[in-house]
């Protein structure tokens, strides 16, 4: 007569082989309590003793009224990463994002691989890649046939395929000529950004609907190069329209760059920043806070577009449907000194 200790590890062998038999990517259901009990020719009560500690040890799950289940196997969580070789080194966006993304990914237990053209292939078209930056649409077409699953932070407007969660830059523009005119500013320029660039575009694009959509309103759109050198230099033009048009001027730069550009020149042609001159920014980096007078920007929620990134990839993970191809992360006005603000700031 064998003794029941002896009997149950016995028991617990043949379950155990029967879990690695069949454990794979899924669930797979096992042999009832009953069924077991019959088969292995034991009692009842020690198939239960088996599976509870089976289940105490991660290899099987039980749902209520509906039996017990294999685990499946534990997949390493993998991303992709391939940032655009345009991205410079000190862009402080970018910088804070990379950190952001790292962080998140790491501690949600994924694996991340940073790759490059060269290494695209078609032996990871299952794993999910986030691209960083612009990027042609030659590459994202090699891209496109080597991944499954696309996610990007920027806005392609001819690549509806691919998940895209981005700030919503229509909305900046939008609300940056709703500031200026609320404000009492009734002569407004944008200082916009080349327009192959689909974040200052649509910045542009919101500008001017909000602008269009107001009376006794005044415009200028100046294009230039999205750095310090261009804000500072088309300075001199700006100082000219104030002194034609004899009245406040609000301006809205496309990036901060531009906007502390032109507040040191224009501060050089002894204009007061905030008052006959209203500028908003965009992007918060750091040094917007350390001009005299700071400057009002909009800044955005890295984490918040991370977690949103990482939020689609577990449920692409887990075998959902992403049916929701753009998210669009509003932005928040951060008021400083370089505006005169008449306006309620929680509008």
């Given at each position: 007569?064998?003794?029941?200790?002896?009997?149950?590890?016995?028991?617990?062998?043949?379950?155990?082989?029967?879990?690695?038999?069949?454990?794979?990517?899924?669930?797979?259901?096992?042999?009832?309590?009953?069924?077991?009990?019959?088969?292995?020719?034991?009692?009842?009560?020690t198939i239960r003793s088996v599976i509870k500690e089976l289940i105490d040890y991660g290899l099987l799950?039980?749902?209520?009224?509906?039996?017990?289940?294999?685990?499946?196997?534990?997949?390493?969580?993998?991303?992709?990463?391939?940032?655009?070789?345009?991205?410079?080194?000190?862009?402080?966006?970018?910088?804070?994002?990379?950190?952001?993304?790292?962080?998140?990914?790491?501690?949600?237990?994924?694996?991340?691989?940073?790759?490059?053209?060269?290494?695209?292939?078609?032996?990871?078209?299952?794993?999910?890649?986030?691209m960083i930056g612009l990027l042609k649409d030659e590459l994202i077409d090699q891209v496109k046939r080597?991944?499954?699953?696309?996610?990007?932070?920027?806005?392609?407007?001819?690549?509806?395929?691919?998940?895209?969660?981005?700030?919503?830059?229509?909305?900046?523009?939008?609300?940056?000529?709703?500031?200026?005119?609320?404000?009492?500013?009734?002569?407004?320029?944008?200082?916009?950004?080349?327009?192959?660039?689909?974040?200052?575009?649509?910045?542009?694009?919101?500008?001017?609907?909000?602008?269009?959509?107001?009376?006794?309103?005044?415009?200028?759109?100046?294009?230039?190069?999205?750095?310090?050198?261009?804000?500072?230099?088309?300075?001199?033009?700006?100082?000219?329209?104030?002194?034609?048009?004899?009245?406040?001027?609000?301006?809205?730069?496309?990036?901060?760059?531009?906007?502390?550009?032109?507040?040191?020149?224009?501060?050089?042609?002894?204009?007061?920043?905030?008052?006959?001159?209203?500028?908003?920014?965009?992007?918060?980096?750091?040094?917007?806070?350390?001009?005299?007078?700071?400057?009002?920007?909009?800044?955005?929620?890295?984490?918040?577009?991370?977690?949103?990134?990482?939020?689609?990839?577990?449920?692409?993970?887990?075998?959902?449907?992403?049916?929701?191809?753009?998210?669009?992360?509003?932005?928040?006005?951060?008021?400083?000194?370089?505006?005169?603000?008449?306006?309620?700031?929680?509008?």
């Amino acid at each position: 007569m064998e003794f029941k200790p002896l009997i149950k590890e016995k028991v617990k062998e043949k379950i155990l082989k029967l879990i690695e038999e069949n454990r794979g990517n899924d669930y797979v259901k096992i042999p009832s309590e009953r069924d077991l009990s019959e088969t292995l020719q034991v009692s009842r009560t020690t198939i239960r003793s088996v599976i509870k500690e089976l289940i105490d040890y991660g290899l099987l799950v039980q749902f209520q009224g509906k039996g017990t289940y294999i685990v499946p196997k534990t997949q390493d969580k993998i991303v992709h990463i391939l940032a655009s070789p345009d991205i410079k080194s000190d862009d402080p966006f970018y910088a804070k994002f990379f950190v952001e993304l790292t962080n998140i990914f790491t501690l949600n237990g994924f694996k991340i691989l940073f790759v490059n053209v060269e290494s695209l292939t078609q032996e990871n078209k299952d794993i999910p890649i986030v691209m960083i930056g612009l990027l042609k649409d030659e590459l994202i077409d090699q891209v496109k046939r080597n991944y499954k699953y696309i996610l990007t932070i920027e806005q392609y407007m001819n690549h509806d395929e691919i998940i895209q969660v981005s700030v919503d830059d229509y909305r900046i523009g939008w609300m940056a000529a709703e500031i200026l005119i609320k404000s009492g500013y009734l002569f407004l320029i944008h200082l916009a950004g080349p327009e192959r660039y689909t974040a200052s575009y649509l910045r542009k694009i919101g500008f001017l609907d909000r602008v269009k959509n107001s009376t006794g309103i005044n415009y200028k759109i100046i294009e230039s190069k999205m750095n310090y050198t261009s804000g500072y230099m088309v300075g001199d033009e700006i100082f000219n329209i104030y002194n034609k048009v004899r009245n406040p001027v609000g301006i809205f730069t496309a990036n901060d760059w531009m906007g502390i550009g032109l507040i040191q020149k224009l501060k050089e042609k002894g204009l007061n920043i905030g008052k006959e001159i209203g500028i908003i920014g965009c992007d918060d980096i750091s040094l917007s806070t350390e001009i005299k007078p700071s400057l009002t920007t909009f800044k955005w929620d890295v984490e918040k577009i991370v977690r949103e990134i990482l939020n689609i990839i577990e449920d692409i993970n887990h075998g959902k449907y992403i049916t929701q191809k753009r998210v669009l992360i509003p932005a928040q006005v951060v008021y400083r000194d370089s505006l005169r603000v008449v306006i309620d700031k929680n509008e």
